[in-house]
């Protein structure tokens, strides 16, 4: 393979080997043994919640449908695994194995739960039920789509929430790590909140709002700061955006205004100037003076710099006057937690005669214990918020009202009545073909926002959020406990 340009080689049609060896060598080993075709479930959940606060955003759901239609192993993805070898030098896979994988054809059911909607920890927003084999060989690339777009649309609800009613302009991609990080992230930052971004291909790709204005390096290219802006204000003048910043903000802001003048003798307005540097919330309420007392009102101030919603929200606090926020590095990589804990377990298996057996994994401590069975999330809403999740066992007679155990506190019962309700998990694959239609990513997003006034305001806190009832339906936490026991005796 030509290496130059290998990172974007890999975006083509098919991204079959977007996966882990071990899962390849796991779907290898159900072949050998026979297992191939057993139909197993297996559920994606995280079991954190990110960034220490009340709630995530689901995201990446679209993106991972795009990889399930795709899938396919072409002939120089089996050549690749077929060149694989073993320490005796001998190949990895038998040829037959290689002529197994090239007939591959998705059959799997998934349910998903939406993107925007909003997910707690230890609740599964992913299930793919159908052959071991092929369900196996889906953790990888739906955990590393997922995880990360969930992250990301979650970090921006964050700082939405914290600048509102102020809009948020995306700014990470420089700063995102690698092609794909900053596309996903401007994508989930969307999904968040955002309302548009400084990325083009992520405009291209998705149709989200693209922004900008220039950098110091436009000053800088000048002999005055004064030819810099009048000459981009004679180049943009429906969308000039000044930055102010690059010698002196307030001298800048001034610059700003006379340029300002010239425009409105022209029949345009000075749409914003941008701080990037500084005390921002001094600076801000000095620039704010400056073009109010010139008749700029409507002149915006945007601000920029290592932003993030604690930032943001200290900065309201002190009366900053900012009223555009463009926020970068600590959204696009979620800087203070880099990753989603996010895990994907069996939690069922058919036998030989097609009866499903509940499987889970121990943990020392109940909770991290996976939990068995075909699971779906009920979700309670008393008119106004929501009031709780249960998470139960399709394959049991579960009967109304649900009582839920506390997924962190088992002696924490509750009954939700009176609610109305829905189940989360949604059908989106039925035996390999797709029977959902994803919604426009405009509607995506309005769906955060209004899943976000559904959240008690207590639960929005950045810092000790009331948590969200979420747990187990009693009789599969007792099954749960049960299984456990059972198991707990057999590696005695």
């Known amino acids: ?260 003048n010239t425009l409105k003798s022209q029949g345009f307005d000075l749409f914003g100037v941008r701080l990037d540097s500084g005390d921002l919330a001094r600076l801000s309420i000095e620039v704010r003076n400056i073009l109010d007392r010139a008749g700029f009102s409507k002149t915006h101030i945007m601000a920029s710099n290592e932003l993030d919603e604690y930032l943001i929200r200290d900065l309201k606090q002190q009366g900053a006057r900012i009223d555009i926020w463009g926020v970068g590095t600590n959204l696009v990589t979620g800087k203070e937690q880099p990753a989603l804990d996010g895990v994907y377990k069996l939690s069922a298996i058919q036998d030989e005669n097609g009866r499903w057996q509940p499987k889970l994994k121990l943990s020392e401590q109940t909770a991290k214990s996976t939990t068995p069975g075909i699971l779906q999330v009920r979700r309670y809403f008393n008119g106004s918020h929501y009031a709780g999740d249960i998470v139960y066992d399709e394959l049991e007679e579960c009967s109304e009202p649900f009582q839920g155990v506390d997924h962190f506190d088992s002696n924490h019962t509750v009954e939700f009545s009176g609610c109305s309700q829905d189940d989360l998990l949604k059908p989106i694959f039925r035996k390999g073909k797709l029977v959902y239609s994803c919604p426009p990513l405009e509607k995506v997003r309005e769906k955060t926002l209004q899943e976000l006034k559904r959240l008690p305001s207590s639960m929005e806190r950045f810092t000790n959020p009331q948590p969200y009832f979420s747990g187990l339906e009693k009789g599969l936490y007792q099954k749960k406990l049960s299984l456990i026991a059972k198991m707990r005796k057999k590696v005695q």
Not at 24 to 29: A, D, F, I, R, S
Not at 69 to 89: G, I, P
Request: aromatic share 12%; hydrophobic share 45%.
């Open 1 to 260: 393979m030509d290496r130059k340009f290998a990172e974007l080689q890999i975006y083509r049609d098919s991204l079959s080997l977007l996966t882990d060896l071990y899962q390849l060598t796991m779907v290898y080993g159900y072949w050998k043994a026979g297992l191939s075709e057993r139909h197993a479930a297996f559920h994606l959940n995280f079991r954190r919640w990110p960034f220490n606060g009340g709630f995530a955003i689901a995201a990446g759901l679209e993106t991972a449908i795009g990889f399930l239609e795709k899938l396919r192993f072409e002939k120089d993805d089996l050549d690749y695994l077929a060149s694989l070898k073993c320490a005796s030098q001998k190949p990895l896979f038998e040829r037959a194995f290689i002529d197994f994988l090239a007939n591959y054809s998705f059959a799997c059911d998934v349910d998903a739960i939406e993107e925007g909607s909003l997910v707690f920890p230890y609740e599964p927003f992913l299930r793919v039920k159908g052959p071991i084999w092929q369900a196996q060989l889906l953790e990888s690339p739906m955990l590393n789509i997922l995880n990360f777009q969930t992250l990301i649309a979650t970090k921006a609800a964050r700082v939405c929430m914290a600048a509102a009613p102020d809009p948020v302009i995306e700014f990470g991609m420089r700063r995102a790590q690698g092609i794909d990080g900053a596309i996903s992230a401007s994508r989930a930052a969307y999904i968040g909140g955002c309302e548009g971004t400084s990325d083009l291909i992520a405009g291209k790709l998705f149709g989200i709002p693209v922004r900008g204005t220039h950098a110091h390096s436009w000053v800088m290219a000048f002999d005055r700061e004064r030819d810099a802006f009048e000459t981009f204000a004679k180049i943009m003048p429906e969308s000039c955006v000044m930055l102010i910043d690059t010698y002196d903000s307030i001298e800048g802001a001034k610059l700003a205004v006379d340029v300002g």
